[in-house]
């Protein structure tokens, strides 16, 4: 499997063309229920908690996690689909 990375940079100087098909991609998956695996992949960091804590306890530390570019767009349109959704059906 061949995994391309895209940064934040790649999506918005990207050529028109791009949002068309990003767009047919996440009808695709939306349509078919379904994700792929580079959609799902993130990298868990941790980060310690502060300066005066010690290093070697895992309490003192909290995990962040990076994601795709393209995964957090996927996740933003679904999650604004769903509040448009919730507020169509509360009004």
Request: glycine share 2%; net charge positive.
């Amino acid at each position: 499997m061949i995994l391309v990375v895209f940064s934040s940079e790649h999506i918005t100087n990207a050529h028109n063309e791009l949002v068309v098909y990003i767009s047919l991609l996440f009808s695709i998956l939306l349509t078919h229920s379904t994700l792929t695996n580079a959609l799902l992949a993130s990298t868990m960091v941790p980060i310690l908690k502060g300066k005066n804590v010690s290093n070697t306890s895992s309490i003192n530390y909290r995990a962040i996690t990076l994601s795709s570019i393209l995964g957090k767009l996927f996740y933003q349109i679904v999650m604004t689909l769903c509040l448009q959704y919730i507020q169509n059906a509360c009004s």
